[in-house]
């Protein structure tokens, strides 16, 4: 099975849908930045765009709470495809998709008081940090010595 982990941001509102049977879906498109050298030694940087699709209860919870630029963490199997353009006829396309089945809000909502990312199932834990009573990050306000590691 080829399974990804990326984070990205959306590139537009997501689209709610339901299935024959009537089971909700939610699909966005996500843009990856990556940043690489060129042959030249240059910085380059490069935006790949995948589909991620959700089914299930969390695909209406998502589709409450994710809008245009959200970042988002999503993890699932790659589905690699290739179809003939249509604004270039003749010019194969290639397409990612990911049916994920983990997907985490990395940013605030417009629901949400911006000071906690909201993982994307209920019941599930916040994996993105949490915050402090006084608004600061918890990995930030935790003093940590880079010299006291247990390996």
Same mark, same amino acid.
């Given at each position: ?6 984070? /990205?941001?959306?590139? $537009?509102? %997501? ?5 024959? &049977?009537?089971? %909700? ?9 990556? *940043?690489? *050298? ?9 935006? @790949?765009?995948v589909r991620v699709r959700v089914m299930g209860p969390r695909a209406t919870y +998502?589709?409450?709470?994710?809008? &245009? /630029? ?7 199997? +790659?589905?690699?495809s290739e179809y003939e353009s249509r604004q270039k006829p003749g010019q194969m396309?290639? $397409? ?8 985490? +809000? ?6 949400? @008081?911006?000071?906690?990312?909201? $993982? $994307?199932a209920a019941g599930r834990p916040n994996r993105g940090g949490t915050s402090m009573? @006084? ?12 010299? @006291?590691?247990?390996?």
């Open positions: 099975m080829f399974r990804v982990t990326f984070t /990205g941001n959306l590139g $537009a509102d %997501p689209e709610q849908r339901y299935t024959e &049977k009537g089971q %909700p879906m939610v699909q966005f498109r996500t843009a990856v930045n990556t *940043r690489r *050298r060129n042959p030249a030694g240059e910085f380059e940087d490069r935006t @790949d765009w +998502l589709a409450d709470r994710l809008v &245009k /630029g959200s970042k988002v963490l999503v993890t699932g199997p +790659l589905e690699v396309v290639t $397409a990612f998709d990911v049916f994920a089945d983990d997907v985490e +809000l990395l940013s605030p909502t417009p629901k949400d @008081d911006g000071a906690t990312p909201v $993982a $994307a009573a @006084d608004g600061s990050d918890t990995a930030t306000s935790i003093d940590h010595d880079p010299t @006291d590691m247990p390996f």
